[in-house]
């Protein structure tokens, strides 16, 4: 089994509804999203995936998601962007555009040293 991830960020304001803390005031991060996939066969080149065709798919993705409140971007607008759902929410919207390998983890970091990991 081979696993290919490749990382990138995109900065955003969000809030927790609900949460009994300083989250629940309006407030951004630097997110880091990492994705893993993983193939069991290798391409004629030699390679599970291009790393330049995940990235550019996860780039896609996350633009919806940079520079702005993520509350006020679907499905945020009616459930919390905390980190786990942002994770669900990358894969969701990412697997289908993967059609030879399926995505191992997501990964969301809100901060060097805080961070989620989807397994769907």
């Known amino acids: 089994m081979y696993r290919v991830s490749v990382r990138q960020h995109f900065d ?3 809030y927790l509804r609900g949460y009994q ?4 005031e309006l407030h951004g991060h630097r997110f880091e999203a990492v994705v893993t ?9 030699g ?3 291009d790393f330049s065709e995940l990235k550019g798919h996860l780039r896609e993705v996350l633009g919806r998601f940079d520079h702005v409140c993520l ?40 901060s060097p040293d ?3 990991t989807y397994i769907p």
Not at 21 to 24: A, D, N, R
Request: proline share 5%; net charge negative.
């Open 114 to 116: 805080s961070c989620v």
């Open 37 to 45: 996939v993983e193939s069991s066969e290798l391409d004629d080149v």
């Open 71 to 110: 509350n006020n971007v679907a499905p945020f607008d009616k459930i919390n962007p905390s980190s786990e759902n942002i994770a669900t929410t990358i894969y969701r919207d990412l697997q289908p555009r993967l059609e030879a390998v399926s995505i191992f983890n997501v990964e969301v970091w809100e």
């Open 12 to 14: 955003a304001a969000h």
């Open 47 to 49: 390679m599970a995936f």
């Open 21 to 24: 803390g300083k989250c629940e």
